[in-house]
């Protein structure tokens, strides 16, 4: 009994795997997030596997899933299945049953936005989506405060203002940022500047968001810097 999850484009459909091409048109059922989204990647690439829906909602009909097949593709909506997604919740109940798990490499926002943002990319944490609100936005927000990596956070474009001002107020408006926007799609952004004027720039959010923000380290070594050259210019 084999699961394998397929990571699916997040933008730029030639971004698909060739493995990954091969497991889906080889397997028994493709479970997805969205049949009418991955029936429409099967399509464009002539491929007949059968779907089944398997999303946030459905994750307890998964064991339903595992009985049924024995060989089994699981794909989100984009992306690697079980970043920020429902593959975690599947995975752990194949693993349970016994299930020989196999993970293809392929795309996924979190490893493009932080390699192409300019920032220290050798340690690294992806804190995911932060909680809305509340006292655990809080309290995770509150440790964020400590970190000393480099942090990657996915936002959906209606809480981008807000979490960029929650960031302001953690970090300082000067803090360097680098925001991701609609990657490997026609209008790919990649803004890199202050979280201050990040929130400037994106006062109108639309598409997918990715923010890379600098470890403190970083924001010191700038300061440090503006320092010198106001020095400099003092003729000090
Ligand atoms: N499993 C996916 C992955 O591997 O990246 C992530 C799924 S999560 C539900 C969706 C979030 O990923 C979006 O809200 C956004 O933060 C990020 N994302 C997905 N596609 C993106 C893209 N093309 N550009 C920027 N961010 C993207």
């Known amino acids: ?5 397929v990571p699916t484009p997040i933008g730029n459909l030639e971004d698909i795997t060739l493995r990954a091409l091969r497991v889906l048109r080889e397997v028994e059922v493709v479970a997805c997030e969205d049949t009418r989204r991955t029936g429409f990647l099967l399509d464009h690439f002539g491929i007949e596997t059968p779907t089944v829906r398997l999303d946030q909602h459905t994750v307890g009909r998964a064991a339903a899933l595992l009985e049924r097949h024995r060989y089994v593709a699981y794909a989100t909506d984009a992306g690697t299945p079980g970043i920020s997604d429902p593959g975690a919740e599947l ?3 194949a693993l349970e049953w016994g299930w020989r798990v196999e993970a293809l490499p392929g795309p996924t ?5 932080l390699v192409v943002s300019g920032l220290p990319t050798h340690r690294f944490v992806f804190e995911g989506f932060l909680p809305p ?3 655990e936005r809080r309290a995770r927000l509150a440790r964020l405060a400590k970190e ?5 956070l ?3 474009p209606h809480r981008l203002a807000r979490t ?5 107020e953690l970090y300082g408006e000067t803090h360097p940022i680098a925001v991701a926007r609609e990657l490997t799609k026609r209008h790919e952004e990649v803004y890199r500047g202050t979280i201050g004027q990040a929130l400037e720039h ?6 997918e968001f990715v923010l890379v923000l600098g470890p403190r380290a970083v924001r010191e070594a700038l300061d440090e810097r503006a320092l010198l050259a106001q020095l400099e210019a003092q003729g000090l």
Do not use: S
Not at 164 to 168: H, M, P, R, S, T
């Open 148 to 152: 000393d990596r480099t942090v990657v």
């Open 91 to 93: 995975v752990r109940l």
């Open 109 to 113: 926002a979190l490893i493009p936005a």
């Open 154 to 156: 996915y936002e959906a």
């Open 133 to 135: 609100k509340g006292k």
């Open 202 to 207: 994106f006062q109108e959010a639309r598409g």
């Open 1 to 5: 009994m084999h699961l394998v999850l």
């Open 164 to 168: 960029l001002q929650d960031l302001a």
